[in-house]
T-cell receptor, first 114, second 114 residues
Framework: AQSVTQPDIHITVSEGASLELRCNYS??????LFWYVQSPGQGLQLLLK??????LVQGIKGFEAEFKRSQSSFNLRKPSVHWSDAAEYFC????????????FGKGTLLTVNP | DARVTQTPRDKVTEMGQEVTMRCQPI?????VFWYRQTMMQGLELLAY????????DSGMPKDRFSAEMPDATLATLKIQPSEPRDSAVYFC???FGTGAETQYFGPGTRLLVL
């Protein structure tokens, strides 16, 4: 069965600092990987996704993520965080074997200090 | 700007009452997903449909929950009878494709069962 672990429940960074949110997945074959963001009281919005090809994926709002098969990781990065990036971030994994059903991590809450 | 719409946005009801949540997927999308989000369990997939046919409802308590798509523009999630443990935010998402497509989330229905 596929699973996702986001080790950090809550991260605080200063505005302008760099950010890395960790995501580890468990699945034998090549997974489909996603990062979603949720602002308070809102639904989830897709930041980026990886299906195949280049392991460094660019997304919206200046985010990027790198797929590392050897580490079973898909960490999300941003070089300079803005106050508007404060939100909850979810990593998700899917695969053809499960009929593309997505499994979400428990999320990482990002706080941005001025 | 096409969006997934959900009604009602908030629902307070008493234990034992029937609850119906509605979702209008983005026009042209052929997949619809229902998720439940709680602090304890995070985001859980309840059911999903492709081309109006149920593909997976293994995450849904069958004795009290039911999900249907009467037509391509409407998906419903019913709880009968409702229980306090059903209190959560219920999200609908839609997408287009045959798998691993981007899911577009609605704003959610916040349900409180007293």
């Amino acid at each position: 069965a596929q699973s996702v672990t986001q080790p950090d429940i809550h991260i605080t960074v200063s505005e302008g600092a760099s950010l890395e949110l960790r995501c580890n997945y468990s699945y034998g074959a090549t997974p489909y990987l996603f990062w979603y963001v949720q602002s308070p009281g809102q639904g989830l919005q897709l930041l980026l996704k990886y299906f195949s090809g280049d392991t460094l994926v660019q997304g919206i709002k200046g985010f990027e993520a790198e797929f590392k098969r050897s580490q079973s990781s898909f960490n999300l990065r941003k070089p300079s965080v803005h106050w508007s990036d404060a939100a909850e971030y979810f990593c998700a994994v899917g695969n053809r074997g499960s009929n593309y059903k997505l499994t979400f991590g428990k999320g990482t809450l990002l706080t941005v200090n001025p | 700007d096409a969006r997934v719409t959900q009604t009602p946005r908030d629902k307070v009801t008493e234990m034992g009452q029937e609850v119906t949540m509605r979702c209008q997927p983005i026009l042209g999308h052929n997949t619809v997903f229902w998720y439940r989000q709680t602090m304890m369990q995070g985001l859980e997939l309840l059911a999903y449909f492709r081309n109006r046919a149920p593909l997976d409802d293994s995450g849904m308590p069958k004795d009290r929950f039911s999900a249907e798509m009467p037509d391509a523009t409407l998906a419903t999630l019913k709880i009968q009878p409702s229980e306090p443990r059903d209190s959560a935010v219920y999200f609908c998402a839609s997408g287009f494709g045959t798998g691993a497509e981007t899911q577009y989330f609605g704003p959610g229905t916040r349900l409180l069962v007293l």
